[in-house]
């Protein structure tokens, strides 16, 4: 089974705009939103959802009242100031460390597994999906990631399916390490802007560590044609293949307030052909590794 992520060194630069318009071209596979922190594939393949599951991650310190003797040893404790002056806990300012647990005299301290998303596994125009939502302020989108990830690839292997499309975090945090190991390849997409340059150069430092072929794809590259050449530069000497230039067009903007790709959208439009292009480049790529793992 193989997996492509698509990724990006900071958010809003058309990583879930690309998967989608991927999602037009693949065959026989599955869809995986891991950007859990901020869903947002889903708005581009109109999921039905036929199964949703709901996600636990972390803890949360209760005190139970009826216990508690109020010697205030667990405010001492507590480095995180989550413990009020009435002795019940400020769920915000918790951060799920324990030590209170742990070491409470009276054993007054319940730490329960909380609930803090939901997952899901839909049929969309395109393929089967799986995705999530992560609970407001929640954390461990890592490990929700992981899980994702998973139920993709448990997914695939019941419906006999061969390739994974992920769209992945932005940044280089804990969520993109969970969402490219073992990945067949990267998909890095980026803007000719110094930030862009910068976050990227970051990307490509990660995938190094982890040894996964990446692909560089440069979006609204004429709006800044000396910064374009700067990325594609860095990418030669890096060993990465570039996929194309997509150009600054409103189509592309257009096609998301419809809810469709690009390639729904303004299919003779310039960056409808590169990323055509692009999708011919990573389709030979993957079936070629398929044989690379045969021999």
């Given at each position: 089974m193989k997996e492509i992520v698509i990724l990006s060194g900071k958010g809003g630069t058309g990583k879930t705009s690309l998967t989608a318009a991927f999602a037009a071209l693949a065959q026989d596979f599955v869809l995986c939103d891991a950007?859990?922190?901020?869903s947002d594939l889903h708005l581009l393949t109109s999921p039905i959802i036929k199964q949703s599951t709901d996600f636990q991650g972390g803890n949360i310190a209760i005190i139970n009242p009826d216990k508690c003797i109020r010697c205030g040893i667990c405010?001492?404790?507590?480095?995180?100031?989550?413990?009020?002056?009435?002795?019940?806990?400020d769920k915000i300012a918790c951060e799920g460390c324990g030590v209170c647990f742990d070491l409470c005299p009276e054993q007054a301290i319940d730490f329960p597994e909380q609930t803090c998303g939901e997952w899901f596994i839909s049929?969309?125009?395109?393929?089967p999906m799986v995705h999530a939502r992560l609970g407001i302020a929640e954390e461990n989108s890592g490990k929700l990631v992981s899980l994702v990830r998973r139920e993709a690839a448990n997914l695939a292997q019941v419906k006999n399916l061969s390739l994974i499309i992920t769209d992945g975090p932005p940044g280089v945090g804990c969520p993109v390490i969970a969402s490219i190991g073992g990945a067949t390849a990267l998909v890095i997409i980026t803007e000719p802007t110094v930030s862009g340059l910068h976050d990227m150069?970051?990307?490509?430092?990660?995938?190094?560590?982890?040894?996964?072929?990446?692909f560089l794809l440069v979006n609204k590259f004429d709006i800044n044609l000396e910064k374009t050449a700067e990325i594609e530069e860095f990418a030669n000497g890096h060993n990465i293949r570039i996929l194309g230039r997509i150009p600054f067009e409103q189509s592309f903007t257009k096609a998301m307030i419809a809810g469709q790709?690009?390639?729904?959208?303004?299919?003779?439009?310039?960056?409808a052909k590169t990323i055509l292009n692009a999708w011919g480049v990573i389709n030979e790529?993957?079936?070629?590794y398929k044989e690379l793992e045969i021999r």
């Open positions: 950007d859990v922190d901020a405010q001492d404790l507590c480095r995180f100031g989550a413990i009020r002056e009435d002795f019940t806990i049929n969309t125009r395109f393929a150069e970051r990307l490509v430092k990660l995938a190094e560590h982890f040894r996964i072929p990446s790709n690009i390639l729904e959208y303004a299919p003779d439009s310039e960056s790529f993957t079936t070629n």
